[in-house]
C-alpha cells in the first residue's frame, strides 16, 4: 500500500521569503501525488496534483510542486509567502485507479510571521 | 454548483451513544469517501461508496459503517462511540471515472 511522510511538523517563515515543504512518498509503481491545504477548521482544498508528464506542476495560490522520481518526492513550493498561506499543508499519495483511496500525510504547520 | 456539504458542523455525544453524519456530494459525482481525522494528524481514509455500495474500507472497526442513496448523498454511523472517536470527518466526492477528491468542509465530533 502507499505510504507518505511529511518530515517537517512545524514551519516558520517570514512573510516574502521563499517556502518549502517536504513530502516523501512510498508506492511500487508511478504514484498520483497531491497537496491539500487546510485552513482552522475548514475542510481540505487541494492545491496541485501530479499524474504524469512535465514534473514540475503549477497550482493555485502560486504554489508549484516538483514531482522527482529518484528520490520519491514531491516537494510543494513558493517563492514569496503571504500572511494567509498560514495553515496545515497535507501531501497525499493515491494510485492509477479510478476513486481509489488516498493515503495522507500528518501534514506540516506553516506559520508566517509579518 | 454547490461543493461538498456535511451535516451537522459540530456534534457532541456520550460514550456508547450512536451517531450519523450526512454528506452530499458535489453535483455531477457519484463516489463519496469518508475520512478521519484525529487533532494534529492527517485524514485516514474509513470507506468509500459507489454506487449504493462499500467498494472500499480502510482500517476502521465494524462500528463504523455507512449508506449510500439512489442520489449519491451518504451516511456515515459509527455505534458504540469511543473517547477516541473524537475526531473531524471529511466527506469527499469524486466525479466518475477520475482521481481527484473533493472535500467538504467536514463535521467535527466530540465524544464525551
Known amino acids: 500500500a502507499q505510504s507518505v511522510t511529511q518530515p517537517d511538523i512545524h514551519i516558520t517563515v517570514s512573510e516574502g521569503a521563499s517556502l518549502e515543504l517536504r513530502c516523501n512518498y512510498s508506492?511500487?509503481?508511478?504514484?498520483?501525488l497531491f497537496w491539500y491545504v487546510q485552513s482552522p477548521g475548514q475542510g481540505l482544498q487541494l492545491l496541485l496534483k501530479?499524474?504524469?508528464?512535465?514534473?514540475l506542476v503549477q497550482g493555485i495560490k502560486g504554489f508549484e510542486a516538483e514531482f522527482k522520481r529518484s528520490q520519491s518526492s514531491f516537494n510543494l513550493r513558493k517563492p514569496s509567502v503571504h500572511w494567509s498561506d498560514a495553515a496545515e499543508y497535507f501531501c497525499?499519495?493515491?494510485?492509477?485507479?479510478?476513486?481509489?483511496?488516498?493515503?495522507f500525510g500528518a501534514g506540516t504547520r506553516l506559520t508566517v510571521k509579518p | 454548483d454547490a461543493g461538498v456539504t456535511q451535516s451537522p458542523t459540530h456534534l457532541i455525544k456520550t460514550r456508547g451513544q450512536q451517531v450519523t453524519l450526512r454528506c452530499s456530494p458535489k453535483?455531477?459525482?457519484?463516489?463519496v469517501s469518508w475520512y478521519q481525522q484525529a487533532l494534529g494528524q492527517g485524514p485516514q481514509f474509513i470507506f468509500q461508496?459507489?454506487?449504493?455500495?462499500?467498494?472500499q474500507r480502510g482500517n476502521f472497526p465494524d462500528r463504523f459503517s455507512g449508506h449510500q442513496f439512489p442520489n449519491y448523498s451518504s451516511e456515515l454511523n459509527v455505534n458504540a462511540l469511543l473517547l477516541g472517536d473524537s475526531a473531524l470527518y471529511l466527506c469527499?466526492?469524486?466525479?466518475?471515472?477520475?482521481?481527484?477528491?473533493?472535500f467538504g468542509p467536514g463535521t467535527r465530533l466530540t465524544v464525551t
Open positions: 453535483s455531477g459525482h457519484d463516489t
Open positions: 461508496y459507489y454506487e449504493e455500495e462499500e467498494r
Open positions: 508506492y511500487g509503481a508511478t504514484p498520483y
Open positions: 497525499a499519495v493515491g494510485t492509477p485507479i479510478y476513486n481509489n483511496d488516498m493515503r
Open positions: 469527499a466526492s469524486t466525479y466518475p471515472q477520475t482521481y481527484e477528491q473533493y
Open positions: 501530479y499524474f504524469s508528464g512535465d514534473t
